[in-house]
């Protein structure tokens, strides 16, 4: 068996399939990736308008070494596919009470500025950021580069010493609580309870181990696609497509092909294409419900409550506004009733915290001399049934509203044209289940373990990576999922199937 695999069928050209293309191809494997749209990228894509370019997905870049690892390993030089720049403020934060922090890429700075303006010490802040560097450090190899399902990842030397230090990593108390014992101000515990939403969870629920995704933001600092995120892709796709990958678009596969408690291929309308590997990058609980309505199902990871989702509007707007930077937070005055809403009624109430992106403020061709293309995101129930086009209008009244009094003037005068997406989008565009866009939500206390390992452990040669399995969402742990899944193929399979290549 081993040495002899050769094929590898990639479901999805999302940016985990692109990483897994990419991982596998290099190990010598023939990859081809089905994909069910007629580009790639999945949730990362763009959209041009009027002379405005907006990206419709991921809009914050952290942890590039993640994407770098990808060129490294190509012996390609990232630089030549990509250029990434670290903007000085990338972050404006905007509190109901007036107060704006400006989020510096230079620590030191931004402790300053958190210190300065609100009533928590310095000491206070670099404390907070150390410990979410050691959470980190002693979750990473454990939780985030490995699978959790492999015994053996537990006993080795970092794994044990995570467990030893369990305390520090705060498992059983909340992100707020976390948050409530290192700072005084109630402003700065809203901001740092802020990023539960960068994985779709509540931060009332979530345990405190996920304030290390401050680590990634601010300690890891925040990069900038010059070009937009779409660059991202480009440079994914284009290395992908220099080794050799061979990409199949509006290609929907409807079967994963298991003969024997053993992959051997997937099928599309009724043609099976064999491979010896299949690594699916779709959403893990269609690709159950849907592609292998036979095999029996991981219940408790596909009955697991699912993540909260997002609203965003798409606006052209015809005026410039010097407040904002390329990323801006507005925080909730109320969070805790802006999460209790999300998620015990499913709907969206009248505290909600909004975030506007506007690459223009870093890629001038993005608008029109004068103007910015604004991307506002506003964190959403996942699909239950409500009636989105009366949300819609609600949250838009109710934005238009904050926005006047935050920025001072009527935002809506300028709206040139505007697209709006609610989760019956995300869940159309990308086949997701209920539109939850980070899968699983992570609001319980072993949460982590309710994710879909990449791997099935019933059948075999069945692999999984992207958002919706571990680690988590996002375009950084989206591309560790590939990496793990090449791991344990070459662990499984083979060191090399062939010399780079075939
Ligand atoms: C609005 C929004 C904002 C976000 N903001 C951020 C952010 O700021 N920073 C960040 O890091 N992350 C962000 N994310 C999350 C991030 O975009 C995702 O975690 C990541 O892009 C997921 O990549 P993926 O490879 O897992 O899957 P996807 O991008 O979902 O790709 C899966 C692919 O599989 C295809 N597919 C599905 N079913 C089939 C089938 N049967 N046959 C063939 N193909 C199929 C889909 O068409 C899709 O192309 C955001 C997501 C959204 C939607």
């Excluded at 293309?373 to 609600?394: E, S």
């Amino acid at each position: 068996m081993k040495d002899t695999l050769k094929t590898v069928s990639i479901i999805g050209a999302g940016i985990a399939g692109l990483a897994s293309s990419i991982r596998l191809t290099l190990l010598g494997y023939e990859v081809s990736v089905y994909e069910a749209n007629d580009y790639p990228g999945g949730k990362l894509f763009d959209w041009t308008q009027e002379g405005y370019r907006f990206d419709m997905g991921p809009t914050v870049f952290t942890m590039p070494s993640y994407l770098k690892e990808l060129f490294d390993l190509a012996g390609k030089d990232m630089n030549d596919y990509i250029e990434i720049i670290q903007p000085e403020i990338p972050f404006h934060y905007f509190f109901e009470d007036g107060l704006v922090l400006q989020f510096h890429s230079d620590l030191e700075k931004l402790i300053f500025e958190i210190a300065s303006k609100t009533n928590d010490q310095p000491e206070a802040v670099r404390a907070y950021l150390n410990k979410a560097e050691t959470k980190f450090e002693l979750t990473k190899n454990v939780f985030l580069h490995n699978s959790l399902n492999i015994l053996s990842n537990y006993l080795t030397k970092d794994a044990l010493r995570g467990m030893i230090r369990i305390g520090e990593v705060e498992v059983f108390t909340s992100m707020d609580k976390s948050n409530r014992s290192a700072f005084t101000d109630k402003r700065t515990v809203d901001l740092f309870n802020s990023f539960a939403s960068y994985l779709g969870s509540n931060p009332y629920k979530a345990p405190g181990v996920l304030n290390v995704i401050s680590h990634f933001q601010i300690n890891g600092g925040v990069y900038f696609p010059v070009g937009g995120m779409q660059s991202i892709l480009n440079a994914t796709y284009k290395l992908a497509c220099e080794l050799g990958v061979k990409f199949h678009f509006g290609q929907k596969v409807d079967r994963i092909l298991v003969e024997k408690k053993k992959v051997c291929g997937i099928s599309i309308g009724g043609v099976t294409f064999p491979s010896d590997l299949v690594v699916s990058n779709m959403d893990v609980y269609f690709a159950y419900k849907h592609l292998m309505p036979d095999q029996k199902e991981p219940k408790k990871v596909l009955d697991h409550p699912k993540s909260h989702s997002v609203l965003v509007f798409h606006w052209g707007m015809k005026k410039s506004f010097p407040q904002l930077a390329l990323h801006n937070m507005f925080l909730s005055a109320d969070m805790s009733d802006e999460y209790g809403t999300i998620y015990k009624n499913a709907d969206i109430g009248d505290h909600f915290t909004y975030y506007i992106n506007v690459s223009k403020k870093i890629n001038d061709s993005d608008a029109p001399a004068g103007c910015e293309n604004w991307y506002v995101l506003v964190n959403a129930p996942n699909l239950q049934g409500q009636d989105w086009d009366a949300m819609q209008l609600k949250v838009r009244k109710k934005l238009l509203q904050k926005m006047e009094k935050a920025l001072g003037e009527d935002v809506e005068q300028y709206i040139q044209f505007e697209r709006i997406r609610d989760p019956r989008d995300h869940a159309q565009q990308t086949n997701i289940a209920f539109g939850a866009i980070y899968g699983n939500s992570f609001d319980q206390t072993f949460s982590v373990f309710h994710r879909h390992p990449n791997f099935s452990k019933r059948i075999h040669g069945l692999y999984f990576c992207g958002g919706t399995v571990h680690p988590g969402s996002g375009v950084p742990l989206t591309l560790l999922s590939a990496k793990i899944v090449s791991d344990l193929i070459v662990k499984k399979y083979s060191q090399k199937v062939g010399s780079n290549g075939k």
